[in-house]
């Protein structure tokens, strides 16, 4: 599975963005997919992740919750991750990953395939 990630850029605080994520090669729908996101400075950490094919399940962590809204469409094989609100500490940049299991879908380790990463910068 290849992925490419892409819709990061320059925004207010206040502003909003629509990151998107698209897969090649193997079947896309039964992959979980998540993003994370790492800080100058810090260590990446899980932002999000959808379930495989219908994404009935997602996962949050509690700093983006209410804020950003993951997503999938399996016939574009494409997930997205809609941020509101965005604050200046959202400035990361931002990667899409896919594997098989929802179990520790908040790992970074647990997890066998990996975008480029996109950046996104939220200014004061």
């Known amino acids: 599975v290849q992925l490419q990630a892409s819709g990061g850029g320059l925004v207010q605080a206040g502003g909003s963005l629509r990151l998107s994520c698209t897969a090649s090669?193997?079947?896309?729908?039964?992959?979980?997919m998540s993003w994370f996101r790492q800080a100058p400075g810090k260590e990446r950490e899980f932002v999000a992740g959808?379930?495989?094919?219908?994404?009935?399940?997602?996962d949050y962590t509690d700093s983006v919750k209410g804020q950003f809204t993951i997503s999938r469409d399996n016939a574009k094989n494409t997930i997205y991750l809609q941020m509101n609100s965005l604050k200046p500490d959202d400035t990361a940049v931002y990667y899409c990953?896919?594997?098989?299991?929802?179990?520790?879908?908040?790992?970074?380790?647990?997890?066998?395939?990996w975008g480029q990463g996109t950046l996104v910068t939220v200014s004061s």
């Open positions: 959808i379930s495989s094919w219908s994404g009935i399940n997602t």
């Open positions: 990953a896919a594997k098989e299991s929802y179990s520790r879908i908040t790992v970074l380790g647990s997890y066998d395939y």
């Open positions: 090669g193997r079947t896309f729908s039964g992959y979980v």
